[in-house]
């Protein structure tokens, strides 16, 4: 069970990771970039998605100090929901208009 717990983590560290260079740079991966209209939501999404699912992997290994499973499953499960929304939200809400495309007539 250790094994199943820590290849979590592993990947939570890694959708972390992507979370923020996504942030800082705007890069995506490209099996997503067709789809993503809003880069920092999805950004968002993938770092509140690791770091729940990092918290759950420390909670299993006791690094961090026990709570009860009623707290860390329903923390968990709220960041978890929270970033998946923040990632399909990225994918549905459409592209945002920049001041600097205003029309050029001025009006």
Same mark, same amino acid.
């Given at each position: #069970?250790?094994?199943?717990?820590?290849?979590?983590?592993?990947? @939570? =560290?890694?959708?972390?990771?992507? %979370?923020?260079?996504? /942030?800082?740079? %705007?890069?995506? =991966?490209?099996?997503?970039? +067709?789809?993503?209209? +809003?880069?920092? *939501?999805? @950004?968002?999404?993938?770092? =509140?998605?690791?770091?729940?699912?990092? *918290?759950?992997?420390?909670?299993?290994?006791?690094? =961090?100090?026990?709570?009860?499973?009623?707290? %860390?499953?329903?923390?968990?499960?709220?960041?978890?929901?929270?970033? /998946? /929304? *923040?990632?399909?939200? &990225?994918? #549905?809400?459409? /592209?945002?208009? &920049?001041?600097?495309?205003?029309?050029? &007539? @001025?009006?």
């Amino acid at each position: #069970m250790a094994w199943i717990a820590g290849t979590g983590a592993f990947l @939570g =560290l890694l959708a972390i990771a992507l %979370g923020i260079v996504t /942030l800082r740079t %705007g890069w995506i =991966l490209p099996t997503a970039r +067709r789809h993503v209209t +809003r880069p920092r *939501l999805h @950004g968002l999404g993938g770092l =509140l998605t690791g770091t729940s699912v990092v *918290l759950q992997g420390f909670f299993y290994f006791r690094v =961090l100090p026990r709570v009860s499973w009623e707290a %860390g499953f329903f923390v968990g499960n709220a960041l978890l929901f929270a970033g /998946l /929304l *923040l990632i399909v939200l &990225s994918q #549905m809400l459409p /592209l945002r208009r &920049s001041q600097d495309h205003t029309d050029p &007539s @001025g009006v």
